[in-house]
């Protein structure tokens, strides 16, 4: 699909959610129901110096704009591609002495492509930047603040342009990124790098159970004729067989918080009252609580009480020394946790699920893998009686968790959550993700092994400890803990 593509969806007037997008004929799981390249997209304040302005890639050595020495590309290549984009750009921040905060880079560069492309809006976007909800009447005391500020920092960065702009059409713009803004992951989709604005994309309205997800393509620009090179886009998945005639949803937030939780996140980040069924319902939110039951008696409310409470207070501790590093006290702390819950908290309790989380993450980079894989099942089993089967956020988790099985020699059920694995993310992000390429080369290589191990289990543990032996150790990548959870990126 090209991106641009929207004639297989349509608006329409979705009652109290305002508008929304419905398909105009069938999908299945995995198909892509539109693509849409960014309307305008920043990198974040911090990662200027090491993430690809054109193309919003990660790399180690980057090459920065001679101008305004501020941007920073990849080659000459993402450079002349984001040049349309940048050369406004380029000139302001030479006048004004430096580059602004990501807010008001993004909001200028909108102002900008709105110039650009005049009163005209192409039959692509199926809605213009006025049209967009900006909810400047439900931001509270320090938003509005926020805002007038970085109204006032516009100004000066526009001068002398920003007369022609009124202060109603500058806040408008700054209130629809605060709603609308997408964030905008690196190649591998691990990590936000920047926010994007994405004008189609705004008008897909949330379910906390979704029928589509959203995942960005980099695209690719390593061909050595420009006519092949694929540029930057988002792409709308179906997650579940999708009708002719229903409204495309999307999960605005992570679905592991109870429906309380996730409503009062949504009310305050996106401005409305979340009216899905499994919130209504409250459906998951048993699991989410779940004690354990010995001859179908709980554990007193009391002890529940207690042991809640020591998981907060866990959690707490275990920020702080994460923050400093010090990950032989977060081990400590997560296995004196696990020990409390282990008689009263059930495998689908959240705070069980979140310290189990941690814990597997930091043994494995510390390459205590046996204990990790241990503590990683536990994690993928509970998540996988709570997540939607094909939920991005469970295709990670198997997949590290397969990893983390693979490192410890436990080669078959590390290969069947790699497949496990696999298979949802191929739905999630298309075959030709670098995720999904990630993953069908892991598969490869557990499935050679698994047969070799099946064979002859002592001589496969042999060879895979000489072959260990004649390779430099892999250390695990730092725990990073802040996968992309969230679809829209909201200011801190």
């Not at 508008?19 to 999908?27: D, I, N, P, V």
């Not at 709308?236 to 009062?264: H, N, Q, T, W």
């Not at 779940?290 to 207070?313: L, Q």
């Not at 260990?468 to 150790?473: I, T, V």
Request: glycine residues 6%.
């Amino acid at each position: 699909m090209t991106a641009g593509d929207m004639d297989k969806v349509e608006v329409f007037d979705a009652g109290s959610k305002g508008r929304g997008l419905k398909t105009k004929q069938e999908f299945w799981s995995g198909d892509v129901i539109f693509a849409e390249p960014a309307y305008a997209a920043v990198v974040f304040d911090n990662l200027t110096y090491h993430v690809c302005h054109g193309c919003f890639k990660k790399q180690a050595k980057l090459q920065r704009c001679m101008q305004c020495k501020f941007a920073h590309y990849c080659d000459r290549t993402c450079q002349k591609a984001a040049w349309t984009e940048h050369k406004s750009e380029c000139s302001a921040i030479r006048n004004y002495g430096k580059a602004p905060n990501e807010s008001i880079r993004l909001a200028s560069r909108i102002l900008w492509r709105m110039r650009r492309d005049g009163a005209l809006v192409p039959e692509d976007r199926l809605v213009s930047i006025e049209d967009l909800q900006d909810h400047l009447d439900d931001l509270n005391e320090d938003e509005r603040k926020q805002l007038n500020l970085d109204v006032e920092v516009f100004q000066r960065y526009w001068q002398p342009k920003a007369q022609e702009l009124s202060t109603e059409t500058m806040s408008h713009i700054f209130g629809v990124i605060n709603c609308n803004g997408f964030t905008i992951s690196d190649q591998r989709g691990l990590q936000a790098v920047g926010v994007g604005l994405f004008t189609n994309l705004c008008l897909v309205n949330h379910d906390c159970w979704p029928n589509c997800t959203v995942i960005l393509n980099n695209g690719n620009r390593d061909a050595v004729k420009s006519m092949f090179h694929t540029q930057m886009r988002i792409e709308l998945r179906a997650v579940a067989p999708i009708k002719v005639g229903e409204e495309l949803m999307v999960s605005y937030v992570d679905f592991l918080s109870l429906s309380a939780e996730r409503r009062k996140s949504l009310k305050e980040q996106y401005y409305f009252d979340c009216s899905c069924e499994h919130c209504q319902k409250g459906m998951k939110d048993d699991l989410m609580q779940a004690v354990k039951e010995e001859d179908g008696k709980k554990p007193p409310e009391e002890t529940v009480t207690g042991v809640i409470e020591f998981s907060k207070t866990t959690l707490e501790k275990v920020e702080k020394e994460r923050q400093e590093g010090v990950w032989a006290n977060v081990v400590k702390l997560c296995r004196a946790c696990l020990k409390k819950q282990e008689p009263v908290l059930a495998d689908t309790n959240l705070y069980k699920l979140k310290i189990l989380s941690l814990v597997s993450e930091v043994l494995s980079y510390l390459q205590q893998f046996e204990e990790a894989a241990d503590y990683a099942k536990q994690m993928v089993e509970g998540y996988q009686k709570l997540y939607h089967h094909n939920n991005a956020q469970l295709g990670m988790a198997l997949m590290r968790a397969g990893v983390t099985h693979w490192h410890a020699g436990r080669i078959e059920p590390g290969h069947a959550m790699i497949c496990q694995a696999y298979g949802i993310i191929l739905v999630t992000h298309g075959p030709t993700h670098p995720i999904s390429k990630d993953l069908e080369a892991m598969r490869c290589q557990t499935e050679m092994e698994l047969r070799m191990f099946k064979e002859n289990e002592f001589i496969y543990y042999q060879m895979r400890e000489a072959a260990l032996k004649n390779q430099k150790m892999q250390v695990m990548g730092e725990p990073a803990g802040n996968y992309i959870k969230e679809l829209f990126h909201r200011r801190k």
